[in-house]
């Protein structure tokens, strides 16, 4: 019987693994390895909202956070709004991301998140966490931080993206979080022509941080878009 997208992306990240090189400083964090708990409620998830075969369109992030699906395996998801708006419970650990609350602002506004996970695939063209190394300890790092990092891992981005896109997406148009997130995945597209069309939006961090006045501007301007879709 032909697995569903469901099937397929939880088929996808149990096999997730980068072997690649890393310039100093840096490491990669796999939540599947790292947590037994985040396969459970990464496959009820999956299992939840995408168990059937509809086309989705794709909307791209950088890459998970250690507070995100860095612990729920779920991108842009903490453990609140995987348990109060997903209804999916983590009882091992405990986060709360800002990315996630904007996000699941949109999702809320859209139209809840049956609705939005039937439309739109969300996942990062490098779908584990990277992390640099500090006196402070560990921090978020994004695949576009250092050049050497960016070239270190372009080869899995191109493959991580293919895999994504072999779920089955649309890919006339693609919708890509955060200006300079665009910069790159541009560049990759314009090598391998994945998509037709790029819609740039800001990314959800960005607008919690620093845009959060106008917050419900961005909202709008993310409604505009998707509906388009």
Do not use: W
Not at 27 to 55: A, C, I
Request: net charge positive.
């Amino acid at each position: 019987m032909k697995k569903n997208i469901g099937e397929k992306v939880v088929a996808f990240n149990k096999k997730l693994h980068y072997s690649g090189e890393l310039p100093g400083g840096f490491d990669v964090l796999n939540p599947f390895f790292d947590n037994p708990e985040t396969l459970t409620v990464m496959t009820d998830f999956y299992k939840k909202f995408y168990n059937d075969h509809n086309q989705r369109k794709f909307i791209i992030g950088i890459n998970p956070s250690r507070h995100g699906a860095g612990v729920t395996g779920v991108p842009f998801t903490d453990t609140k709004r995987l348990e109060s708006v997903c209804g999916i419970e983590m009882k091992s650990a405990h986060t709360h991301e800002i990315s996630s609350v904007f996000l699941y602002d949109v999702i809320d506004n859209f139209g809840g998140p049956e609705r939005f996970y039937k439309e739109f695939y969300i996942n990062s063209p490098f779908p584990l966490a990277i992390v640099r190394n500090t006196i402070k300890g560990n921090l978020n790092a994004n695949y576009y931080d250092d050049k050497n990092l960016f070239e270190a891992v372009k080869p899995f981005m191109i493959q991580s993206l293919k895999d994504h896109i072999s779920l089955g997406l649309d890919t006339s148009e693609v919708f890509i979080l955060g200006k300079k997130n665009a910069t790159f995945i541009d560049k990759i597209n314009s090598q391998e022509h994945f998509f037709d069309k790029l819609t740039v939006l800001e990314h959800p961090r960005y607008i919690q941080q620093y845009k959060s006045k106008q917050k419900q501007l961005y909202i709008d301007k993310y409604l505009i878009a998707l509906n388009k879709a």
